[in-house]
């Protein structure tokens, strides 16, 4: 096999390894799109007994999700945030492009109280559960369970207290 040969198999060989990839992704992005909704579903559920309008709202939007550090082209998946409004401070739940072996990231903005830290739910399949993540700097991330009561306490904390 002359060098020229060579080059179109590996040119084959590129071409059906990226389109395999693709493939991949779209199929994981499928499963990511439906739990992130499913997830965005059980919140609304959540708060639908205290929704009160111009004091806890809670919507949905369309998002474009993709990964910072891979072409737009090829690493977005279409799916959707989710944003409460709760004494006219807004808090977002965005999904983030996910990681190996099918995790799920949403980013929380809104909600932290320290300079520097950052928060995040997160699920790792095979599990079904939800973890909320809070890191400040370099110490590990702090973890808890995600439910109803924890998103409430989340939520409790930007509602201004009064000084008597």
């Known amino acids: ?6 080059l179109g198999q590996m040119l084959r060989q590129y071409a059906d390894s990226e389109a395999h990839k693709k493939q991949l ?7 990511w799109a439906t739990r992130i909704g499913e997830f965005f579903d059980q919140i609304q559920l959540w708060l639908e007994p ?3 309008p111009n004091l806890l709202e809670v919507s949905r939007a369309a998002y474009v999700a993709f990964g910072p550090s891979v072409a737009v082209e ?7 945030k989710l944003s409460i409004v709760i ?5 977002e739940f965005v999904p983030d492009v996910m990681g190996t072996g099918g995790q799920i990231s949403l980013a929380v903005m809104g909600l932290t109280a320290a300079r520097y830290g950052s928060v995040s739910l997160v699920c790792l399949p095979p599990s079904n559960s939800w973890q909320w993540r809070k890191t400040n700097g370099l110490k590990d991330a702090d973890t808890f369970a995600f439910d109803a009561n924890f998103l409430a306490q989340q939520l409790q904390s930007l509602i201004p207290r009064e000084r008597g």
């Open 1 to 6: 096999m002359d060098d020229v040969q060579q």
């Open 25 to 31: 992704f779209e199929a994981q992005s499928a499963v």
């Open 50 to 52: 205290v929704k009160t």
């Open 74 to 80: 090829t690493s977005k998946f279409n799916t959707e």
């Open 87 to 91: 004494a006219g401070k807004p808090v």
